[in-house]
Every structure is written in structure tokens, then in C-alpha cells.
């Protein structure tokens, strides 16, 4: 059984990565979300760029699967959400408000104090590129914020699991999926 699900093309850097962690992983097309084919995933990633059609045709798969989502989450996965890579998302596939705000460019990390501090670990650096920032709705602790105090990475509590979003333009870190897949239960996507 796989440990991460990723949503988009295979991409040798990712499988590297997961390689490094020793996961067990599946690039999955936006349209299997939901199919009841899939095994049980522990982490779903979403990376950076999946509302943009340059970048990927995601966003409606997302959208489509919504609720499956939610019992992803509920169940206790960890969905890891990266930057909209658009002007404006309102990310309504999720069960929690949130929205993203595009602004590019590297940032001086302030880290808050929250519940979940540990998984500002995704980054390895105090000055990363970010692609935008949150505005978190109710059931958000906000983990890391940029030096205008803007969120950059926050975490929602979702039923048995937890919602991690980033603006935070890198890849994850060996280090944060360590720590998300020790947080998560595999659960049916």
C-alpha cells in the first residue's frame, strides 16, 4: 500500500524524494480522485500550480472530489496543499475556508506559536521563495507568516486529520513528510 498520494504528471525530483524518505508512493490523475479503485493513502500532496492550466489541469478534479476530500481528511490523511499559483483561490474544495493571495518572491519566515509547530519543518531555510500568502478562515493555526505577518504556511485540524497548506514555493522536506506521515492513518481517497 502506498504511503503518499501526489496529484499531477511523475516528476523524477518528487521521486527522488520520496525515494530518499523510503515511501512507498502513486502519482495519481486528477481524475481518479475518488475512484474507488485507489487504496488507502496516508498523505495526499497537492503541489504548487494546481489551479493554473498553465501548470496543470487539477483544479477541476479537485473541486469534483471535494467531499471525498473531506473523508480523506476526516478519516485521518494529511493533505498537503501548495500555492494556487493564480491571482486569487478561494480554496472551496476544502472542508476549511481559506484563501490564497499571489505574491512572489523570497521572505523572511516569522514562526508563530501553535499547536503544530513542528511541521514548519517543509522548509529547511529562514528566507524561502513563496509564491503568495493565506488568509486562513476559523479552524486554522497559523505556523510560519512572511515579515509583513502574512501567513505562509498554516494547519487545520479536519476530523482524525489535518489540513496543511503552504505558500512556500520549494519542495517539501524529507524532514515534514517524516513528520506528516507519523501525524497521519491511512484513510480511503
Known sequence: MP??????ERNFLFE???RELGAEYQFLQGGALGSPFLPRFKMLVVPTGFANPQYSRALRSLVAAK??????VTG????????ALVPEHNYDWLPLTLKYVCDYGPQEIR????????????????????????V???????????????PI????KYGDGLIV???????PTVGYLRWALSKAKPSKL
Open 136 to 150: 486562513p478562515g476559523d479552524g486554522y493555526q497559523t505556523v510560519l507568516a512572511d515579515s509583513k505577518e502574512r
Open 76 to 83: 485521518g490523511g494529511v493533505l498537503t496543499v501548495y500555492g
Open 165 to 171: 497548506v503552504t505558500s512556500i514555493h520549494e519542495f
Open 3 to 8: 504511503d503518499i498520494a501526489l496529484l499531477g
Open 111 to 134: 514562526r508563530q506559536e501553535c499547536e503544530h509547530r513542528e511541521c514548519a519543518c517543509v522548509t529547511c531555510t529562514e528566507t524561502p521563495e513563496c509564491d503568495g500568502y493565506l
Open 16 to 18: 527522488k524524494l520520496f
Open 67 to 72: 467531499s471525498r476530500i473531506a473523508e480523506f
Open 153 to 156: 504556511l498554516a494547519i487545520g
